[in-house]
């Protein structure tokens, strides 16, 4: 009943590590690569468009900490 478990409790199912994704070591997908161009162009970092899902996911997390708009800075931009 695993399908009955990952539909109550999706949460427990999004927080896999990308490292554990089955599909991680494919080409990051349309959606990622647009959500990564802008937070490389927000950050000064540079757009690798090769990046594997996995690598990309955690790119976007990586950059969403240095982010001025998305960081946690309270949205002020002013960094932590």
């Not at 009943?1 to 991680?24: C, F, R, S």
């Amino acid at each position: 009943m695993a399908d009955a478990n990952t539909k109550t409790h999706p949460e427990g199912n999004a927080e896999k590590d990308p490292q554990d994704w089955v599909t991680g070591d494919e080409p990051m997908t349309g959606a990622q690569a647009s959500y990564l161009k802008t937070l490389c162009e927000e950050t000064g970092e540079d757009f690798d468009e090769t990046l594997t899902k996995a690598h990309a996911s955690e790119m976007i997390d990586r950059l969403k900490e240095k982010s001025p708009r998305l960081g946690h800075d309270g949205g002020t931009g002013k960094g932590r």
